[in-house]
């Protein structure tokens, strides 16, 4: 079946790093494209990122462009998001996805990780 595996998540102080890793399984991930979302304590599902299935094209929410990059690598079916500059709102946890249609909105992506948590200290 297909999984995607969401890891690289943890607990980091503000200012530091993150590399977070999905390994896509149980589908050609390379006709997919990629994208990551979080979800933060009683708020909405909010976009953060996501890259074509071509690698040719990136998209960012608004707030977050320039910090985050969001790369993948179809050889080894994985699409990664490097989270630089990390602030206690970037607290939250991450999903990755894939789809086929659109980029920005959940209802654009057919499979979904579980998840990884992001919390940033201040």
């Known amino acids: 079946q297909v999984q995607l595996v969401e890891s690289g998540g943890g607990l980091v102080q503000t200012g530091d790093s993150l590399r977070l890793s999905c390994a896509a399984s149980?589908?050609?991930?390379?006709?997919?494209?990629g994208g990551w979302f979080r979800q933060a304590p009683w708020k909405e599902l909010e976009f953060v990122a996501a890259?074509?299935?071509?690698?040719?094209?990136?998209y960012y929410s608004d707030s977050l462009k320039g910090r985050f990059t969001i790369s993948r690598d179809n050889a080894e079916n994985m699409v990664f998001l490097q989270m630089n500059n990390l602030e206690p709102d970037d607290s939250a946890v991450y999903y990755c996805a894939a789809g086929r249609i659109g980029f920005a909105t959940p209802s654009d992506y057919v499979y979904w990780g579980q998840g990884t948590q992001v919390t940033v200290s201040s």
């Open positions: 890259i074509s299935r071509n690698e040719g094209n990136t």
């Open positions: 149980g589908l050609i991930f390379r006709t997919y494209h």
